[in-house]
C-alpha cells in the first residue's frame, strides 16, 4: 500500500467502509466459497465437485479472472454434518465475505443452509438433481428437477422402445429426495392410467446392505404378466449390494430394467459393471456425449488431475453434478463481467438471462423466473466398462418446473422472480 | 405331412449334428445387408433367428450378444474364442476387426429371442430345454409355428413338456375349447406366477368348465409359490445369518471370551476386506490366469494382516487397560479411528472394487423365482468352516485349553505355569484374524471402503450379547436367529420398520435375561 496513490488510499478506505471492513487483501482478490464435504459419507460423491470447482477457478484466473481480480477459492469441509453446513455457510458468508458460494449435494444439507443464504442474502448454486418444490430468491439451481431427469426417463421406460413397462417398482433410500420424487411418480403414473396394484414402493435404511428379499420381491411382482420396471432412488454405497443381488439373481436388463436417478460414473468406478449392463441411468450430461465442448471439458479434467496429481489418477472420470458446477461456475462469472460488480442483488438480476455452451453440447440457459437451468434430458444404458451408451435424449433444453404440476398442493405454486410475481412459492402475484 | 415334417427335422438336426454347412441364403442376405448398413441390426438379427439348419446364424447371433461381431470393409467380422478374427460369411480368417456393435435393451431383448430359436434346432437337449424355457418367457406368435413343429418331433420329454408350456399362453387364446383346457392343465401342472394374469379373466369367464379348471390351476401355481417363498425366506435368512456370524465370531472371541469392550472390531473386518483387495490386485498383475481363485490366496492374508495388528493392539495399548472397560472401549474406539484414518490416506476415501471370480456370480436356478445366488451359498458354507476351525482350537488343541483355563480362573491358571499374558496375546490375535476371515466375506457382498467395519460393529456386538457373552454356541444361535428373524419379518413390515421391530425385540428381550440365550454356567473368580 506504501506506493499507492493517496486517493486511492481513501477510495480503498470508503470501500472497506462500505464492505464491512473486508481488509486489504480482499481488495484484490474476489473470494469464491465451495462448500462440499471432503470427509464422512458423502465425500465420495462431493469431493469431485470441489476439484472440478477449483479447476474452473483456475482456468478464469488463467484467463485474467473477473474485472481485473484473481479468483480466490475458499474450501471448507462440512463433513457431511448437515448442521455444520449451515454453520460454515454462515462463517463463508460473513467472515470471509464471498461473492458466491458453489455447493451441497443432499438435499437435506441444502434445506439446512437455506436460512442462512436468505437471511445474509448470499448467494448459492446447487449442482445436484433433486426433487424440486422448491425455489429460493438466494439459490440457483443448475441440476435438475424432477421434470428434466425423472418423468422423461418413465416415460422411456414406458415406450415401445424402452421396454413398454406397464408395473412398476419405486425403489429407495428413506429420506426427503426419495419420497418426494416417487411422491410425484406416483401421481405422474395415475396420470398415464396406472393402477396403485401396478405400482410397488419400497424404502430402505441408509446404508443397507441385504438386497436379497428386496429383489426376490422385485422378480415376484415382475413376474405378473406385465412388463415390469424398476425406479431407483437408491442413494450412495448401498447401489453395490443392490446392484450385486440383481446380477446374481439373473434380474436381466431385457427382463426388469432398472433406471436409476443417483448413479453415474463416479459411483459405477467402485463396482463390476458387467452383471449391469444395459440397465439404466438417467441424467442430463454423460461422460460419453459426443460433443467437441465434452471433449474439451474431459481433457481439461484430465491434465487438471494428472497436474495436481488428484487421488484416483486416471481412472478419474467426469459426470452430470461435476458439469453442472463448471456450467454454474461460468455463468456466475459472465453475469459478474455484465454487471461490473460481484454485489449479489446485481449479479442475481444478470444471472437470469446468461446462457453458456455447456459439455453437455447444448446452449443452456438460466430461467430468470425460476432460478433453475434449462437441460436436456439423457437416457442412457450401462455398458461393460462402466460408461454410458445413450439411447434417447431431448432434442434441446427443457424448462425446470419447479413445482410439479403432479401434485394437488404443488400445482397450484408458482416460482417467478420477475415482477409482477417476485415470489417463489406463491398463488398469486405479490403486486397486482 | 406330419411324416414329412417330421423328416426334414431329422434332416435339419443330422445337419446341425455334423456340422455340415447347409447354407441357408438367408443368412447369406442378412450378413449382407447387415454389412452394408450396420444400423439395420434388427432386422437382421430377425432374419438371423429364422433362418434354419445354418449353424452360421447361430454363431453370429451369439457373437453379437458376447460383443464380438464387428463391420469393416464390407464384411461381417466376429472375433472367436481364441482372439482370432473371421469372416461370418465364410468362416475365413482376416487380418483386423472393426469396433464391435453396441447393443440397447430392445436389440438385446429380440436377440435373446433370435438365439432361443437357433439353440432349438440344437442337438444338446439341455440347449433345447433352456432355449424352450427362454421363449416361454416371452410368448409371442412369431415363434409358435416353430414350437409346434418342434413338440411334433421332440424325444426328450422334459424338452416337450417345456416346449408345451411355452405354447400354453398362445392356445389359451385359441378358439378350440378343448385345445384351450389343455393349456390350462398344463400351466397347472408347470405354469408360475406369470401365468395367473392370463387365467384370471378365464376364472371369472362365462364358461363353467374352464373357469373352474382355471380356478384350480391357479390354487395350484399359489400354492407351489407359497412353498418357493417359505423355503426363499428360510434361505436368505440363513445367509443373512451367515455374514452376522462371519461379522460377530471374530467378537464372540475378543468381547465374548476375553472380555475386552472391542470398539476396533468392525477395523479388523475392514482389514481383512482389504487384504483381500490387495491380494485381488496382486493376482490380476503377476498371476491373471490364476485369477479365479485370488480368494483362496485372500484367506490366510486376510487372516494373518488382521491377526497382526490385533496383536499389535493387545501388546502396545490393551494389555496396560485389562479389568478398565470403560478406558478399553474409549481406547479402541480411538484405535478404530487411527485405523479408519490410516487406510483412508494408503488406499482413499473412495470405495474399492473387490470382483465376484466368475465361480461365484450368477446363482442356481432351483425354481422360476428362486434363484440361490453362488456367493450367498458360498459365504454359508465358508460360516460352517469357519466355525468348525474355531471350535477346534477351542476344544481341542493346547492353546485351546490354556485360553479356556485363562478365561475361566487367570491366577489359577498362571499358578499352574501358563503365561497368561502370551495367551491374552494370541487369543486377540485369533479373534482379531478370524473377524479378518469375515472380512474376506463381506468383500464378496458388499462395499469395501473405510467405513465397511461402522456398518457391521452394532450388528456384531448385537449378535454376542442375545447369544450370550462367553459361549460360541451362543454367537451360533444369536446370528441364525437375528438372520431368520430378519427375513421373515422384512416381506412382511418392510426393510426399515423390520429392522426397528427387531432392535425393540432384542431390547425387551435383554431386560428378561440379561445373559442372553446361553449363559455361562458355574463360577469364574473374576465376577
Same mark, same amino acid.
Request: hydrophobic residues 50%; neutral net charge.
Given at each position: 500500500?506504501?506506493?499507492?496513490?493517496?486517493?486511492?488510499?481513501?477510495?480503498?478506505?470508503?470501500?472497506?467502509?462500505?464492505?464491512?471492513?473486508? $481488509?486489504?487483501?480482499?481488495?484484490?482478490?474476489?473470494?469464491? $466459497?465451495?462448500?462440499?464435504?471432503?470427509?464422512?459419507?458423502?465425500?465420495?460423491?462431493?469431493?469431485?465437485?470441489?476439484? @472440478?470447482?477449483?479447476?474452473?477457478?483456475?482456468?478464469?484466473?488463467?484467463?485474467?479472472?473477473?474485472?481485473?481480480?484473481?479468483?480466490?477459492?475458499?474450501?471448507?469441509?462440512?463433513?457431511?454434518?448437515?448442521?455444520?453446513?449451515?454453520?460454515?455457510?454462515?462463517?463463508?458468508?460473513?467472515?470471509?465475505? @464471498?461473492?458466491? @458460494?458453489?455447493?451441497?449435494?443432499?438435499?437435506?444439507?441444502?434445506?439446512?443452509?437455506?436460512?442462512?443464504?436468505?437471511?445474509?442474502?448470499?448467494?448459492?448454486?446447487?449442482?445436484?438433481?433433486?426433487?424440486?418444490?422448491?425455489?429460493?430468491?438466494?439459490?440457483?439451481?443448475?441440476?435438475?428437477?424432477?421434470?428434466?431427469?425423472?418423468?422423461?426417463?418413465?416415460?422411456?421406460?414406458?415406450?415401445?422402445?424402452?421396454?413398454?413397462?406397464?408395473?412398476?417398482?419405486?425403489?429407495?433410500?428413506?429420506?426427503?429426495?426419495?419420497?418426494?420424487?416417487?411422491?410425484?411418480?406416483?401421481?405422474?403414473?395415475?396420470?398415464?392410467?396406472?393402477?396403485?396394484?401396478?405400482?410397488?414402493?419400497?424404502?430402505?435404511?441408509?446404508?443397507?446392505?441385504?438386497?436379497?428379499?428386496?429383489?426376490?420381491?422385485?422378480?415376484?411382482?415382475?413376474?405378473?404378466?406385465?412388463?415390469?420396471?424398476? @425406479?431407483?432412488?437408491?442413494?450412495?454405497?448401498?447401489?453395490?449390494?443392490?446392484?450385486?443381488?440383481?446380477?446374481?439373481? $439373473?434380474?436381466?436388463?431385457?427382463?426388469?430394467?432398472?433406471?436409476?436417478?443417483?448413479?453415474?460414473?463416479?459411483?459405477?468406478?467402485?463396482?463390476?459393471?458387467?452383471?449391469?449392463?444395459?440397465?439404466?441411468?438417467?441424467?442430463?450430461?454423460?461422460?460419453?456425449?459426443?460433443?467437441?465442448?465434452?471433449?474439451?471439458?474431459?481433457?481439461?479434467?484430465?491434465?487438471?488431475?494428472?497436474?495436481?496429481?488428484?487421488?484416483?489418477?486416471?481412472?478419474?472420470?467426469?459426470?452430470?453434478?461435476?458439469?453442472?458446477?463448471?456450467?454454474?461456475?461460468?455463468?456466475?462469472?459472465?453475469?459478474?463481467?455484465?454487471?461490473?460488480?460481484?454485489?449479489?442483488?446485481?449479479?442475481?438480476?444478470?444471472?437470469?438471462?446468461?446462457?453458456?455452451?455447456?459439455?453437455?453440447?447444448?446452449?443452456?440457459?438460466?430461467?430468470?423466473?425460476?432460478?433453475?437451468?434449462?437441460?436436456?434430458?439423457?437416457?442412457?444404458?450401462?455398458?461393460?466398462?462402466?460408461?454410458?451408451?445413450?439411447?434417447?435424449?431431448?432434442?434441446?433444453?427443457?424448462?425446470?418446473?419447479?413445482?410439479?404440476?403432479?401434485?394437488?398442493?404443488?400445482?397450484?405454486?408458482?416460482?417467478?422472480?420477475?415482477?409482477?410475481?417476485?415470489?417463489?412459492?406463491?398463488?398469486?402475484?405479490?403486486?397486482? | 405331412?406330419?411324416?414329412?415334417?417330421?423328416?426334414?427335422?431329422?434332416?435339419?438336426?443330422?445337419?446341425?449334428?455334423?456340422?455340415?454347412?447347409?447354407?441357408?441364403?438367408?443368412?447369406?442376405?442378412?450378413?449382407?445387408?447387415?454389412?452394408?448398413?450396420?444400423?439395420?441390426?434388427?432386422?437382421?438379427?430377425?432374419?438371423?433367428?429364422?433362418?434354419?439348419?445354418?449353424?452360421?446364424?447361430?454363431?453370429?447371433?451369439?457373437?453379437?450378444?458376447?460383443?464380438?461381431?464387428?463391420?469393416?470393409?464390407?464384411?461381417?467380422?466376429?472375433?472367436?474364442?481364441?482372439?482370432?478374427?473371421?469372416?461370418?460369411?465364410?468362416?475365413?480368417?482376416?487380418?483386423?476387426?472393426?469396433?464391435?456393435?453396441?447393443?440397447?435393451?430392445?436389440?438385446?431383448?429380440?436377440?435373446?429371442?433370435?438365439?432361443?430359436?437357433?439353440?432349438?434346432?440344437?442337438?444338446?437337449?439341455?440347449?433345447?430345454?433352456?432355449?424352450?424355457?427362454?421363449?416361454?418367457?416371452?410368448?409371442?406368435?412369431?415363434?409358435?409355428?416353430?414350437?409346434?413343429?418342434?413338440?411334433?418331433?421332440?424325444?426328450?420329454?422334459?424338452?416337450?413338456?417345456?416346449?408345451?408350456?411355452?405354447?400354453?399362453?398362445?392356445?389359451?387364446?385359441?378358439?378350440?375349447?378343448?385345445?384351450?383346457?389343455?393349456?390350462?392343465?398344463?400351466?397347472?401342472?408347470?405354469?408360475?406366477?406369470?401365468?395367473?394374469?392370463?387365467?384370471?379373466?378365464?376364472?371369472?369367464?362365462?364358461?363353467?368348465?374352464?373357469?373352474?379348471?382355471?380356478?384350480?390351476?391357479?390354487?395350484?401355481?399359489?400354492?407351489?409359490?407359497?412353498?418357493?417363498?417359505?423355503?426363499?425366506?428360510?434361505?436368505?435368512?440363513?445367509?443373512?445369518?451367515?455374514?452376522?456370524?462371519?461379522?460377530?465370531?471374530?467378537?464372540?472371541?475378543?468381547?465374548?471370551?476375553?472380555?475386552?469392550?472391542?470398539?476396533?472390531?468392525?477395523?479388523?473386518?475392514?482389514?481383512?476386506?482389504?487384504?483381500?483387495?490387495?491380494?485381488?490386485?496382486?493376482?490380476?498383475?503377476?498371476?491373471?490366469?490364476?485369477?479365479?481363485?485370488?480368494?483362496?490366496?485372500?484367506?490366510?492374508?486376510?487372516?494373518?494382516?488382521?491377526?497382526?495388528?490385533?496383536?499389535?493392539?493387545?501388546?502396545?495399548?490393551?494389555?496396560?487397560?485389562?479389568?478398565?472397560?470403560?478406558?478399553?472401549?474409549?481406547?479402541?474406539?480411538?484405535?478404530?479411528?487411527?485405523?479408519?484414518?490410516?487406510?483412508?490416506?494408503?488406499?482413499?476415501?473412495?470405495?474399492?472394487?473387490?470382483?465376484?471370480?466368475?465361480?461365484?456370480?450368477?446363482?442356481?436356478?432351483?425354481?422360476?423365482?428362486?434363484?440361490?445366488?453362488?456367493?450367498?451359498?458360498?459365504?454359508?458354507?465358508?460360516?460352517?468352516?469357519?466355525?468348525?476351525?474355531?471350535?477346534?482350537?477351542?476344544?481341542?488343541?493346547?492353546?485351546?485349553?490354556?485360553?479356556?483355563?485363562?478365561?475361566?480362573?487367570?491366577?489359577?491358571?498362571?499358578?499352574?505355569?501358563?503365561?497368561?499374558?502370551?495367551?491374552?496375546?494370541?487369543?486377540?490375535?485369533?479373534?482379531?484374524?478370524?473377524?479378518?476371515?469375515?472380512?474376506?466375506?463381506?468383500?464378496?457382498?458388499?462395499?469395501?471402503?473405510?467405513?465397511?467395519?461402522?456398518?457391521?460393529?452394532?450388528?456384531?456386538?448385537?449378535?454376542?450379547?442375545?447369544?450370550?457373552?462367553?459361549?460360541?454356541?451362543?454367537?451360533?444361535?444369536?446370528?441364525?436367529?437375528?438372520?431368520?428373524?430378519?427375513?421373515?419379518?422384512?416381506?412382511?413390515?418392510?426393510?426399515?420398520?423390520?429392522?426397528?421391530?427387531?432392535?425393540?425385540?432384542?431390547?425387551?428381550?435383554?431386560?428378561?435375561?440379561?445373559?442372553?440365550?446361553?449363559?455361562?454356567?458355574?463360577?469364574?473368580?473374576?465376577?
Amino acid at each position: 500500500m506504501r506506493s499507492k496513490s493517496k486517493t486511492f488510499l481513501l477510495s480503498s478506505l470508503a470501500a472497506g467502509l462500505v464492505f464491512g471492513m473486508a $481488509g486489504a487483501h480482499a481488495a484484490d482478490t474476489i473470494k469464491v $466459497g465451495i462448500l462440499h464435504s471432503l470427509s464422512g459419507t458423502m465425500a465420495i460423491s462431493e469431493t469431485s465437485l470441489k476439484d @472440478v470447482a477449483l479447476m474452473a477457478i483456475e482456468e478464469i484466473n488463467a484467463k485474467g479472472g473477473l474485472l481485473g481480480k484473481k479468483l480466490e477459492p475458499v474450501v471448507v469441509d462440512p463433513a457431511s454434518n448437515w448442521p455444520l453446513f449451515a454453520e460454515k455457510a454462515r462463517e463463508l458468508l460473513q467472515k470471509e465475505k @464471498v461473492a458466491v @458460494v458453489f455447493g451441497c449435494w443432499t438435499s437435506v444439507s441444502r434445506k439446512s443452509v437455506l436460512p442462512v443464504f436468505e437471511e445474509l442474502n448470499g448467494l448459492l448454486f446447487y449442482p445436484v438433481q433433486y426433487e424440486g418444490e422448491e425455489s429460493s430468491y438466494n439459490v440457483f439451481y443448475t441440476g435438475a428437477a424432477p421434470n428434466q431427469q425423472a418423468i422423461p426417463a418413465v416415460e422411456y421406460l414406458m415406450s415401445e422402445e424402452g421396454g413398454g413397462a406397464k408395473r412398476w417398482v419405486l425403489l429407495g433410500t428413506d429420506y426427503v429426495y426419495p419420497r418426494t420424487t416417487n411422491k410425484i411418480l406416483r401421481a405422474f403414473l395415475h396420470a398415464k392410467g396406472v393402477a396403485d396394484d401396478d405400482i410397488m414402493e419400497t424404502y430402505t435404511p441408509f446404508g443397507h446392505s441385504d438386497y436379497q428379499t428386496i429383489v426376490a420381491d422385485i422378480k415376484k411382482f415382475a413376474s405378473a404378466g406385465k412388463r415390469t420396471a424398476v @425406479v431407483s432412488t437408491i442413494n450412495g454405497d448401498s447401489n453395490v449390494p443392490f446392484y450385486k443381488e440383481l446380477g446374481n439373481a $439373473g434380474l436381466k436388463a431385457t427382463d426388469v430394467p432398472v433406471v436409476a436417478f443417483s448413479v453415474g460414473e463416479e459411483e459405477l468406478r467402485g463396482i463390476d459393471t458387467k452383471p449391469l449392463v444395459g440397465h439404466l441411468a438417467a441424467w442430463n450430461y454423460f461422460m460419453s456425449i459426443d460433443a467437441p465442448e465434452n471433449k474439451a471439458f474431459i481433457e481439461k479434467w484430465k491434465a487438471y488431475v494428472a497436474k495436481n496429481k488428484l487421488p484416483g489418477g486416471d481412472k478419474r472420470v467426469t459426470n452430470d453434478p461435476m458439469e453442472a458446477t463448471y456450467t454454474g461456475i461460468n455463468m456466475w462469472a459472465q453475469a459478474v463481467q455484465q454487471a461490473g460488480t460481484t454485489e449479489v442483488d446485481a449479479v442475481r438480476q444478470a444471472l437470469g438471462y446468461q446462457t453458456f455452451k455447456t459439455p453437455s453440447g447444448f446452449v443452456e440457459s438460466l430461467d430468470a423466473k425460476n432460478h433453475h437451468l434449462h437441460k436436456p434430458v439423457y437416457i442412457a444404458e450401462i455398458q461393460a466398462d462402466g460408461q454410458f451408451n445413450i439411447v434417447w435424449k431431448t432434442e434441446g433444453p427443457i424448462r425446470a418446473q419447479a413445482w410439479s404440476p403432479y401434485i394437488p398442493d404443488s400445482a397450484k405454486k408458482v416460482a417467478d422472480w420477475t415482477y409482477p410475481w417476485v415470489c417463489g412459492n406463491c398463488t398469486e402475484p405479490k403486486f397486482k | 405331412m406330419p411324416i414329412l415334417l417330421r423328416l426334414t427335422a431329422a434332416v435339419l438336426l443330422l445337419c446341425a449334428a455334423v456340422g455340415a454347412r447347409a447354407a441357408d441364403p438367408a443368412v447369406d442376405q442378412a450378413l449382407a445387408n447387415l454389412a452394408a448398413d450396420p444400423k439395420a441390426l434388427r432386422a437382421s438379427v430377425e432374419a438371423l433367428g429364422g433362418a434354419r439348419g445354418d449353424p452360421r446364424a447361430l454363431a453370429v447371433l451369439e457373437a453379437l450378444r458376447d460383443g464380438r461381431l464387428s463391420v469393416a470393409g464390407g464384411e461381417v467380422l466376429m472375433r472367436s474364442a481364441d482372439g482370432r478374427v473371421l469372416r461370418a460369411r465364410d468362416g475365413a480368417a482376416v487380418a483386423e476387426a472393426g469396433s464391435a456393435f453396441g447393443l440397447t435393451n430392445a436389440l438385446r431383448r429380440g436377440l435373446g429371442t433370435a438365439v432361443a430359436r437357433q439353440q432349438l434346432l440344437a442337438t444338446d437337449p439341455q440347449v433345447r430345454l433352456a432355449a424352450a424355457g427362454a421363449l416361454a418367457e416371452r410368448p409371442s406368435t412369431e415363434v409358435e409355428g416353430l414350437l409346434r413343429e418342434l413338440l411334433a418331433t421332440e424325444a426328450d420329454a422334459r424338452v416337450r413338456k417345456a416346449l408345451a408350456l411355452a405354447l400354453a399362453p398362445l392356445d389359451l387364446d385359441s378358439a378350440d375349447k378343448a385345445r384351450r383346457l389343455a393349456a390350462i392343465g398344463v400351466l397347472a401342472e408347470d405354469g408360475e406366477l406369470a401365468a395367473r394374469g392370463l387365467l384370471e379373466p378365464i376364472a371369472q369367464g362365462r364358461d363353467p368348465e374352464l373357469a373352474q379348471a382355471a380356478r384350480r390351476a391357479l390354487s395350484r401355481i399359489g400354492e407351489r409359490q407359497w412353498l418357493r417363498d417359505q423355503f426363499g425366506n428360510l434361505f436368505f435368512g440363513l445367509s443373512l445369518g451367515s455374514v452376522l456370524l462371519l461379522a460377530a465370531l471374530g467378537l464372540a472371541i475378543t468381547f465374548g471370551l476375553m472380555g475386552v469392550i472391542n470398539m476396533a472390531h468392525g477395523e479388523m473386518l475392514m482389514i481383512g476386506a482389504y487384504a483381500t483387495y490387495v491380494v485381488q490386485g496382486l493376482f490380476r498383475q503377476y498371476l491373471p490366469g490364476a485369477f479365479d481363485w485370488y480368494l483362496l490366496a485372500a484367506l490366510p492374508a486376510a487372516f494373518v494382516a488382521s491377526a497382526l495388528v490385533g496383536a499389535a493392539i493387545e501388546r502396545t495399548v490393551l494389555r496396560h487397560l485389562y479389568g478398565r472397560p470403560l478406558e478399553t472401549l474409549l481406547a479402541t474406539f480411538g484405535i478404530s479411528l487411527i485405523l479408519i484414518q490410516t487406510v483412508r490416506v494408503i488406499f482413499g476415501a473412495q470405495n474399492v472394487e473387490v470382483a465376484n471370480p466368475a465361480w461365484l456370480s450368477g446363482g442356481i436356478e432351483v425354481a422360476t423365482n428362486l434363484v440361490l445366488p453362488y456367493n450367498r451359498l458360498a459365504t454359508i458354507v465358508f460360516a460352517v468352516l469357519v466355525l468348525a476351525g474355531v471350535w477346534t482350537i477351542f476344544q481341542k488343541t493346547r492353546l485351546g485349553l490354556r485360553v479356556r483355563s485363562v478365561t475361566q480362573n487367570r491366577g489359577m491358571a498362571a499358578a499352574m505355569g501358563i503365561d497368561t499374558r502370551r495367551v491374552d496375546t494370541l487369543t486377540f490375535a485369533l479373534g482379531s484374524g478370524v473377524a479378518g476371515l469375515g472380512g474376506v466375506a463381506l468383500s464378496q457382498l458388499g462395499n469395501v471402503g473405510p467405513e465397511l467395519g461402522q456398518a457391521y460393529i452394532i450388528d456384531s456386538f448385537m449378535v454376542v450379547v442375545l447369544g450370550g457373552v462367553g459361549k460360541l454356541a451362543g454367537a451360533v444361535a444369536g446370528a441364525l436367529g437375528l438372520g431368520v428373524v430378519n427375513k421373515l419379518l422384512e416381506p412382511a413390515v418392510g426393510a426399515v420398520l423390520g429392522k426397528i421391530a427387531l432392535l425393540g425385540f432384542i431390547i425387551l428381550f435383554i431386560q428378561k435375561r440379561p445373559q442372553g440365550l446361553f449363559a455361562l454356567k458355574g463360577r469364574a473368580v473374576e465376577s
